[in-house]
């Protein structure tokens, strides 16, 4: 469906996975900048104009989320049930030379909404202020026999708790463009969040062998980010320095959710502080239909935890120091030659050195996490005839590890694709890979677990994917694509754990322009995924095995139609519908029988937008879902853990009054 520019913000709010728009760093950063053409930005008949233009629009709508937080993911309410209002303005100003500046509201009275103001020259000096707020929930209410505020945690009666985030955000950023090669820019942004985290409980202390969950209070926890540098621009290259930093505080050590005569029977650790500072060197050359860029970074990563506040811990120090220090370097040559050949390398390495406190606990020595990474590849683009290209490449990965069973693994990847686009109504494209993954014996030295257990990212694995696509035009009015994707990984040896994985689909899309002001389309999307697993019985003497297979099914199917001066008015209509289904069963060779996982949606939503004259315009929005879903892990443990599966309908509408400068 198409909405005039001004909607486009209102209808930010009713994305289920909307996250807000961050400072726009490719405004500031030169890393991959070119000199401004300002005359370009300019209308030749409107530089005479100057002021403000743009638009505003006022809403008003209600919601009833039917008491499941999760339908305010879709649209982010302050409240589940009643009225609220709603703001929006998008606004330019235009002065004398280069000096402009914007003014951005979007969805103001909702609980997702975020402003921001910026003013400068294109020229010169720029800078923007920004504050914003997302939340997101979970599901519906959970609930709980504890509580969570200043004292210890204690059992009382069952309680319901939101099981939600929200993060506040203010971002700055400043740049400065002086008629000189040089480029200076700086970005920061705050962020706190605020949240109620779930963790489960197979069992309550204090209450007995019934399962439930201790609320989590997250409110004390910042980000700080910081971003500067300044880039030099040459004569077909470019330099940048930058540095890169971040700063997360928690107030908080432990929360406790023993009795208050014992506190520290039961607790839970807080993320730690820790730091990150970053400083990287970036540049590219260009030449000759070449072009070489690469990066060279220096990182450390600090980490600084109390351990004082645990009961009977064995340990030698009241805090714990991490430190990860990191040097990173990659490059990349692109190469023309002639029309139809097109080269291209690259390769990365990476080493990270763990200089953490290694004795905290008693009689233990903690072993470091020492790594190293590189990686390399080269691939090659040959355009066969006007019509078909072919590419091909090669991709190598070893990872080296100190400290796992596994010390080395190394992956190798062959892939071919090409594309078929003559002139007319057919385009074919595919894509064949094949990748193989090896390294050291496996040497499991714990003598707790199967001798044959071993991480699936570190068993061997052979993968085969084959990829295709198709776009047809049936006429003028009607087009179609089609896209289809098989791909199958083996786990040949050891005996225990991840033995195979299947991921196969496909997707249609069919568009349809029935008149000049009628148009629709239909979408289809169809995925399997399953996968093997190996098991071993720690009872057994011999360690018995037995597996079990999982197969996830998703289907996706959508409708819409957009309908322009309806009823031969200036009236705009639209209507969109969607549903999703998906089911997971899980097979064992022995022992228990477990049910089917199941979940359900349909969504629902319309517009219609009346013309009143050149700047005025009303608008009616109206969504609905409904969502279903059922998790055999939760099923009957409602009396203490709450509704944990989701059952409801929600719905919401609005209508507002546009106004364009």
């Known amino acids: 469906m198409k909405h005039s520019t001004l909607w486009l913000s209102l209808l930010t709010i009713f994305s289920a996975h909307a996250t807000e728009e961050p400072l726009a760093v490719e405004d500031y950063s030169l890393q991959s900048a070119r000199e401004a053409k300002t005359a370009r930005w300019r209308c030749a008949s409107c530089e005479s104009e100057s002021g403000w233009f743009g638009e505003v629009g006022l809403g008003t709508g209600y919601i009833n989320d039917d008491g499941a937080t999760r339908f305010r993911n879709w649209v982010p309410a302050a409240n589940d049930t009643g009225m609220l209002g709603i703001f929006n303005a998008d606004l330019q100003y235009r002065g004398e030379g280069s000096r402009y500046g914007a003014l951005e509201a979007r969805d103001l009275g909702m609980r997702r909404f975020s402003m921001s103001l910026e003013q400068g020259f294109y020229d010169g000096a720029r800078a ?39 993060r506040k955000k203010l971002t700055m950023g400043l740049a400065y463009t002086p008629k000189s090669p040089w480029r200076p820019y700086a970005d920061f942004s705050y962020e706190k969040k605020e949240a109620t985290l779930a963790t489960y409980q197979s069992s309550i202390p204090g209450i007995g062998s019934t399962p439930g969950f201790v609320p989590k209070l997250v409110d004390g926890s910042t980000t700080t980010l910081v971003k500067s540098g300044i880039s030099y621009l040459g004569e077909g290259w470019l330099v940048d320095l930058a540095y890169n930093g971040s700063l997360y505080r928690n ?59 645990f009961r009977q811990v064995p340990i030698t120090r009241s805090d714990f120091h991490g430190e990860i220090d990191t040097i990173q370097t990659n490059a990349k040559w692109v190469g023309r030659f002639g029309r139809d050949l097109t080269l291209r390398a ?68 062959l892939f071919l694709k090409s594309r078929y686009r003559p002139v007319g109504d057919l385009q074919l494209g595919g894509k064949l890979s ?41 006429s003028e009015q009607l087009s179609s694509s089609l896209e289809g994707w098989w791909a199958r990984a083996n786990y040949p040896e050891p005996d225990i754990g991840l033995s195979e994985g299947e991921d196969y689909g496909i997707d249609l899309t069919l568009n349809q322009q029935f008149d000049e002001n009628l148009s629709g389309h239909l979408f289809s999307n169809v995925q399997w995924i399953t996968s093997s697993q190996n098991h071993a019985y720690t009872g057994a003497p011999d360690w018995e095995p037995y597996s079990t297979r999982v197969r996830d099914q998703i289907t996706t199917l959508g409708v819409g139609l957009s309908q322009k001066k309806a009823f031969d008015l200036a009236l705009e209509l639209g209507v969109d519908y969607s549903f999703s289904y998906g089911r997971g069963q899980t097979d064992a060779s022995k022992g228990y ?3 089917d996982l199941t979940s359900k949606q349909h969504r629902l939503e319309g517009y219609a937008l009346y013309q009143l004259d050149e700047k ?37 509408t609005a209508i507002s009054w546009l106004y364009k400068f």
């Open 434 to 474: 094949w990748s193989s993954r090896d390294g050291s014996e496996w040497k499991n030295n714990n003598t707790n677990v199967s001798p044959t257990l071993r991480q699936f990212y570190l068993a061997n694995r052979d993968r085969f994917e084959l990829r295709g696509d198709l776009q047809y035009a049936f």
């Open 593 to 595: 029988d477990y049910p």
């Open 251 to 309: 107030e908080e050590t432990a929360f406790y959710f023993g009795s208050a005569s014992d506190p520290y029977a039961n607790e839970r650790a807080y993320e730690p502080d820790n730091s990150f500072h970053q400083v990287s060197l970036s540049g590219q050359y260009n030449w000759n239909r070449q072009s070489l860029s690469g990066r060279i970074l220096s990182s450390r990563a600090t980490s600084d935890g109390n351990l004082t506040a």
């Open 616 to 652: 005025q315009s009303l608008r009616w929005d109206m969504r609905y879902e409904f969502y279903h879903d059922v998790d055999y892990l939760y099923t009957g443990e409602e009396y203490s853990m709450g509704h944990v599966n989701q059952n409801y309908n929600g719905y919401f």
């Open 346 to 413: 690259g390769g990365e390495y990476r080493d990270r050195q763990d200089n953490s406190d290694k004795q905290v606990v008693i009689g233990k020595q903690r072993q470091p996490g020492d790594r190293s990474h590189s990686k390399a590849n080269l691939e090659a683009d040959y355009r066969l005839s006007r019509s078909v290209k072919v590419t091909g490449g090669y991709q190598y990965r070893a990872d080296e590890r100190e400290y796992a069973d596994r010390r080395k693994t190394d992956e190798q990847t």
């Open 128 to 166: 923007k202020i920004g504050y914003s707020e997302t939340p997101f929930y979970w599901n519906s209410h959970g609930k709980s026999v504890y509580r969570s505020d200043d004292a210890p945690m204690a059992a009382g009666a069952l309680a319901e708790f939101d099981k939600e985030v929200v």
